[in-house]
């Protein structure tokens, strides 16, 4: 079963890739600039769309750079380089990012390995097992002040039963 939601993006997505194609198309005939931003107006989309669809992406700079019936290539706008510039860069900038991140992960994970592996530290199950033997060490402490203490009630419940039957044995 399939959710309602999904479907109606999947068809919306769908029907927005059919319009950039044939904005692709129309602009290929009349062999006007084919850019990112007239393709997206012309499709009714958002320009993010395209750079989101490598596909489409692809399409629009190949008809961008096919000649036209003239036998000239068609221009691409200085607007339309300029966002592609600007888009490019925010990539990098994201990648160089996620390139950082990963790489201070597995300097830490090896970091950790070769620790691990010099002996220099306790392996983490001993750490483990020391915690766990501190711990029930101070539940046995607990345990023996426990029975101390009821130790010492029995031995006074005891001598006092040791004086009630010595007083009740030297009655007249």
Not at 30 to 50: E, H, P, Q, Y
Not at 131 to 151: D, M, P, S, Y
Request: aromatic residues 2%; glycine residues 6%; positive net charge.
């Amino acid at each position: 079963m399939t959710n309602p939601m999904i479907e109606g993006k999947r068809a919306d997505s769908a029907r927005r890739r059919e319009r950039v194609l044939k904005a692709i198309e129309a602009a290929a005939k009349n062999g006007g600039d084919i850019t990112v931003s007239g393709l997206a107006k012309a499709a009714r989309v958002d320009r993010t769309f395209l750079y989101r669809h490598r596909d489409l992406l692809e399409r629009a700079h190949a008809a961008a750079s096919t000649p036209t019936q003239e036998g000239k290539t068609a221009a691409v706008s200085r607007a339309s380089l300029k966002a592609d510039l600007t888009n490019a860069m925010e990539r990098n900038k994201r990648l160089a990012l996620r390139v950082r991140q990963l790489e201070k992960r597995l300097s830490s994970q090896l970091g950790d390995a070769v620790w691990a592996e010099s002996g220099l530290g306790a392996p983490v199950d001993i750490d483990q097992l020391q915690r766990r033997i501190a711990h029930l060490e101070q539940e046995v402490a607990a345990k023996n002040g426990e029975l101390e203490e009821r130790t010492e009630e029995l031995e006074a419940a005891r001598a006092a039963n040791r004086e009630l039957t010595r007083a009740l044995n030297h009655r007249p």
